[in-house]
Structures are given as C-alpha cells and as structure tokens.
C-alpha cells in the first residue's frame, strides 16, 4: 500500500474504510494470482471481478 499511496492516506469516513477494504482484497487476489503463476487458479481471478465490482459500487453510490 505504501507503493499506491505514497503519501499516504486519510480514513475517515465509513465509505473510505469500505474502499480501502475492497481494495486491499483486490490487491490480495491479484498477489495470489500472482503466486499461482504457472498454475493459475480461477477462482483468484474471479474473487478479484466480484471486489473490483464491489469497489465500484462503493464509490457509485459516493458520487450519487
């Protein structure tokens, strides 16, 4: 996170504990993609959709 955030981040509200959730799962399932490199397990890649999707969600429902 220190490499996506360099100078750091603020967590206040709900919705940015909910965003910094999801995006700590997307990054866990892109490392264990990652790790499964020559044996790539789908489920990795699916998990990573179903949080990107839900990250999305959270920040649709900030902007409306």
């Keep these: 996170m220190d490499v ?3 100078d750091g981040v603020e ?5 940015d504990f909910n965003r910094m959730g999801l995006l700590n799962m997307v990054v866990s399932k892109l ?3 990652s790790n499964q ?3 790539p397990h789908k489920d990795s890649i699916h ?4 949080y990107a999707f839900m990250l ?3 920040d649709d429902s900030i902007r409306h």
């Design 37 to 39: 490199w020559k044996d």
């Design 47 to 50: 998990d990573l959709g179903v």
């Design 11 to 15: 967590l206040k509200t709900q919705d």
């Design 4 to 6: 996506l955030f360099p």
């Design 56 to 58: 999305e969600a959270v």
């Design 31 to 33: 490392v264990r993609y």
